[in-house]
């Protein structure tokens, strides 16, 4: 490896948002994932996971606005990156939270690090957990 870098790990924080679902009685889970073609399945989900926050956001104008469908009642939503939006959504969306303000000062002091050595070079791999932030869109 040549260079150092900074990460979350999404496999757990998918996990996590899953497990999360799983936890308040959902079964059927859908995740929207962005432009690729879904597939649909013959029984509506009880549960979305949304790859990213602004995605779920929309999912969640798209449901009660143009749906009808009631957000946690029918269908509980989950997003990923817990934006500030996500707490002021119309229902606060629950979401998998990336350490941003820690991502960002790793990432500059590996830059730092690695600039300032001239030999014997060792990149390093930081890799932050997620955390999961429960708020009404998943709460019935």
Do not use: C, W
């Amino acid at each position: 490896m040549r260079f150092s870098s900074v990460a979350v790990d999404d496999l757990a924080g998918g996990e996590m948002a899953v497990a999360h679902l799983l936890s308040v009685g959902r079964q059927r889970i859908a995740f929207v994932g962005g432009p690729e073609k879904i597939r649909q399945e013959a029984a509506r989900p009880d549960a979305i996971f949304a790859a990213n926050d602004l995605l779920a956001v929309g999912v969640l104008q798209g449901l009660m606005l143009m749906g009808g469908v009631r957000v946690p009642e029918e269908i509980a939503l989950i997003g990923y990156d817990d934006i500030e939006f996500a707490a002021a959504a119309v229902v606060p969306l629950s979401s998998i939270r990336q350490p941003s303000a820690l991502f960002g000062s790793t990432a500059l002091e590996l830059l730092l690090r690695d600039a300032s050595q001239e030999s014997g070079f060792v990149p390093r791999q930081v890799v932050f957990p997620p955390e999961l932030v429960v708020r009404a869109s998943t709460q019935a």
